[in-house]
């Protein structure tokens, strides 16, 4: 009932840029709180890269402080990353999520996109 669908992955060359945008939508969808990204790639923990809450305040991992901005569309239940001078070791699955709740009494859940791979060559 709720789905979130990533674009914007693909191959890059190492210090190129991308922009991965998400959309949360369902038929049922009372209200979006936290948004932001997750990656995954071999031999690397499952980690938060950049969340944004609803009042624009976000939050990186060190690693990709000052080359990743997260941004977000309330209205239109979206968030964005844009990805600056780009790392082989920036290489991995990038997920969306979202700390949601489908209708008003029901406790905040999480939701993660299909995921959107990145490859960056060196």
């Known amino acids: 009932q709720v789905q979130l669908v990533e674009s914007g992955g693909g191959l890059v060359q190492a210090g190129g840029s991308l922009r991965l945008s998400c959309a949360a939508s369902g038929s049922i969808l009372d209200e979006v709180n936290d948004m932001g990204w997750y990656r995954e790639s071999a031999g690397k923990q499952f980690e938060l890269v950049a969340s944004?809450?609803?009042?624009?305040?976000?939050t990186y991992v060190d690693s990709v402080k000052g080359r990743f901005s997260i941004s977000r569309d309330n209205d239109k239940n979206m968030v964005y990353l844009q990805m600056n001078s780009l790392k082989s070791e920036d290489t991995a699955v990038y997920y969306c999520?979202?700390?949601?709740?489908?209708?008003?009494?029901?406790?905040?859940?999480?939701?993660w996109g299909q995921g959107t791979q990145v490859t960056v060559s060196s």
């Open positions: 944004m809450t609803t009042d624009g305040t976000s």
């Open positions: 999520w979202a700390r949601l709740r489908r209708w008003r009494n029901e406790p905040w859940s999480d939701y």
